[in-house]
């Protein structure tokens, strides 16, 4: 994920922010529930969590009836934070408990944040799909489903390598199911959808993000066959670059396999080559 620039602070309070942001002027009067989750969703993208959470949580005074959008920012937040920590030299040091504990305990927030987002997802959809403003997140039910998926994938790291006391961590082969799942059922998923961006803004997560992690998961598995063919079929990397056949017929889910597709001699090198700078990963 790119480092992004933040130099907001004049747009979030002058009266551009209307246009900024598709939603109403920083008016104290009428600054409401979606003004504040499109504040704190613009805040995830500058990777200012804490000012993320400040918004999110003014989001949940708000007098409206469903709430969920606001808890699936905040599931995200607590996401990106416990990835960006992940990520650190502290972290890739054997036998830090410190680092372990930091993520889990976000993980951990990231999961009870998504969990209440998954209450009354349909009337909450129908609810923010009538309102008027051009960011209304009625679809944030895509992102819980993203958001579970990410969260289900650190879990599962953190467990193999060796920190115990995540009892509920999902095996590899189910991590692998929901994210086939979900990526062949919305193939043009953008989180940027129904959010406020910045013109200046390079922050990027979509679909194929989601392949990156997908390969990512397969080559753990030894299934280089079906890793080969989602980054061919999601257009992640170019044939030239990985070199044997493009299975065409494979199939799609769990029915890719070497036994009914045939890949010829796929250099795993050359596939962990094409997604080291490909996407939002692990």
């Given at each position: 994920m790119k480092?992004?620039?933040t130099i907001l602070t004049f747009f979030l309070f002058?009266?551009?922010?209307a246009d900024f942001f598709g939603v109403g002027e920083f008016d104290p009067e009428t600054y409401d529930y979606y003004d504040h989750?499109?504040?704190g969703w613009n805040a995830i993208f500058e990777e200012a969590y804490e000012e993320a959470e400040s918004?999110?949580?003014e989001a949940l005074e708000?007098?409206?009836d469903y709430k969920n959008s606001a808890y699936v920012g905040l599931g995200w937040m607590k996401t990106f934070s416990a990835n960006a920590y992940f990520g650190t030299d502290e972290c890739l040091s054997q036998g830090n408990t410190e680092c372990y504990d930091l993520v889990t305990d976000l993980r951990l927030a990231a999961e009870a944040y998504f969990e209440l987002a998954e209450v009354d997802v349909e009337l909450a959809v129908s609810e923010y799909s009538v309102c008027t403003y051009v960011n209304c997140f009625e679809e944030f039910d895509k992102d819980l489903e993203v958001g579970n998926i990410y969260l289900d994938v650190l879990k599962f790291y953190l467990s193999e390598d060796g920190y115990l006391g995540l009892l509920d961590v999902l095996d590899l082969n189910t991590l692998i199911e929901n994210c086939e799942q979900f990526l062949v059922e919305n193939?043009?998923?953008?989180i940027m959808t129904n959010k406020p961006t910045s013109f200046l803004s390079s922050f990027n997560f979509s679909y194929q993000n989601l392949t990156v992690l997908l390969a990512q998961l397969l080559l753990r598995?030894?299934?280089?066959?079906t890793a080969d063919h989602y980054l061919r079929e999601y257009s992640i990397c170019d044939e030239n670059i990985l070199g044997g056949e493009i299975c065409y017929d494979a199939g799609i889910l769990t029915d890719i396999t070497d036994d009914v597709?045939?890949?010829?001699?796929?250099?795993e090198s050359l596939i962990l080559e094409c997604i080291q700078n490909q996407g939002f990963g692990f």
């Open positions: 480092k992004l620039i002058s009266c551009e922010s989750v499109a504040h918004y999110f949580n708000s007098d409206v193939t043009e998923y953008d598995q030894g299934d280089d066959c597709c045939t890949c010829g001699d796929i250099d």
